[in-house]
């Protein structure tokens, strides 16, 4: 887990998004993780990470929530366009903001999102495509809607994601085949994205089969390896 010092947006505007910084609020980090890694991490490549918590203690609550659809707030507007105008004018890189950008900022924005192509598909891709060239214009206009509705895609995946592992786990660790002659790409970065949603149930069904496969070597019977990765998964919701 990573802490960072506390700083209000507009310092972070001012000092471009300093190595570190603190976000207690669970909805202020993802608000401003899914605005500020859009700029910052699009522009200057360079985003500092965090982790967030939930208020809840109930892990059960947890996995049955539903990811909220996050929108830009006026003090994003702000930041954004205080931070654009700090890079086209102040970055020691001089580098304009135009379609080569644009499209460079899509790539790092979706790239720093879904780093192991697990997470979005080819059908998801597609329909990000249209901000690929638009994103320089929208920027300078303090518009954040593409960033907010690629984040919500990612957090709605992401959350699909850990319910289907605890649901596979539901199914018995048992029924894993562990003597069919099987292979998983740990660094799926230059892999094509997954075609579709079933394409993409395999890569975390390899996922899983690769976790049991794990602590079984550990000599973990299969309840122990169910009730570990069924804690592990719930307490990432």
């Known amino acids: 887990l990573f802490f960072f010092m506390q700083k209000t947006a507009y310092d972070i505007a001012s000092c471009l998004v300093g190595s570190e910084m603190c976000i207690r609020d669970r909805l202020n980090y993802v608000h401003l ?12 490549t360079t985003l500092t990470s965090s982790c967030w918590t939930s208020n809840s203690d109930s892990s059960e609550e947890l996995a049955a929530t539903q990811p909220q659809v996050l929108t830009p707030l006026e003090v994003h507007y702000r930041t954004n366009l205080t931070i654009v105008e700090q890079l086209r004018h102040n970055h020691y890189v001089k ?5 080569t950008a644009s499209s460079q900022i899509f790539e790092k924005f979706v790239e720093s999102l879904d780093r192991g192509r697990a997470y979005f598909t080819q059908k998801d891709i597609e329909e990000f495509e249209e901000y690929r060239y638009e994103l320089d214009d929208l920027l ?4 954040l809607k593409p960033a907010f509705s690629i984040f919500n895609r990612y957090q709605a995946s992401l959350i699909d ?8 786990i539901d199914k018995g660790i048992e029924k894993i085949d562990f003597g069919l002659t099987d292979s998983i790409r740990i660094d799926r970065g230059e ?6 949603d079933n394409e993409r149930d395999i ?18 019977t299969n309840e122990e390896i169910s009730e570990q990765l069924s804690k592990r998964y719930k307490n990432q919701l």
């Open 140 to 143: 300078k206009r303090g518009d």
């Open 161 to 168: 994601r850990l319910n289907f592992l605890l649901k596979e």
């Open 95 to 99: 580098k304009d903001l135009n379609d």
């Open 33 to 44: 993780k899914a605005s500020l890694t859009f700029v910052v991490v699009g522009l200057s």
């Open 203 to 220: 890569v975390w069904q390899k996922r899983l089969k690769a976790a049991a496969l794990s602590l079984r070597l550990n000599d973990k």
């Open 191 to 196: 892999l094509p994205w997954p075609a579709d």
